[in-house]
């Protein structure tokens, strides 16, 4: 007969160390992607505001 044991669970204190590595870094990606995203749609939005006046204005020229 085959006897079949349940799989050992983890208690509070044993943690997955390669799972929370995964998580984390995973989490950490789709902080920096949704930043991204905010900072495109910020450009998208307004494509001049992040630019100083000095930049695209014509500066007079003086002899």
């Known amino acids: 007969m085959d006897q079949h044991q349940p799989a050992p669970s983890l208690s509070k204190l044993e ?27 910020q450009t998208v939005v307004d494509p ?8 695209y204005q014509e500066e007079q020229i003086t002899n």
Do not use: K
């Not at 997955?16 to 749609?41: E, I, M, Q, S, W």
């Not at 001049?48 to 930049?55: F, P």
């Open 15 to 41: 943690v997955d160390v390669d799972l929370g590595f995964a998580l984390f870094f995973d989490a950490l990606l789709c902080f920096f992607l949704l930043l991204t995203v905010v900072r495109c749609a």
């Open 48 to 55: 001049y505001g992040a630019i100083s006046t000095s930049t």
